[in-house]
Nanobody
């Protein structure tokens, strides 16, 4: 079973940037597509972005042009670079396999507020 540890969240002002990291344990983690998901207070968890093993990326409309997902297979880590952050990006961000069949980690809180 792959274990996931998300990090890199924090409090940032609107227009700011953050880079989230998703470290996956297990040597087989690099052979799967991995996605980022988020859950805002009172809302259902939603898809943010995904990256295939070959590096193909897909983004939700909310993050297109602002978010970039990339991976370092040698480190079993997937990143989410976020720029031009908006208050509506406030959420707990999670990573998981795409589709999300692994056990969810603790997530990392992103708060965008002035």
């Amino acid at each position: 079973q792959v274990q996931l540890v998300e990090s890199g969240g924090g409090l940032v002002q609107p227009g700011g940037s953050l880079r989230l990291s998703c470290a996956a344990s297990g040597s087989t983690a690099s052979i799967y597509a991995v996605g980022w998901y988020r859950q805002a207070p009172g809302k259902q968890r939603e898809f943010v972005a995904t990256i295939s093993t070959g590096g193909r990326t897909t983004y939700a409309d909310s993050g297109k042009g602002r978010f970039t997902i990339f991976r370092d297979n040698d480190k079993n880590t997937v990143y989410l670079q976020m720029i031009s952050l908006k208050p509506e990006d406030t959420a707990v961000y999670y990573c998981n396999r795409d589709p999300p069949v692994w056990q969810w980690g603790q997530g990392t809180q992103v708060t965008v507020s002035s």
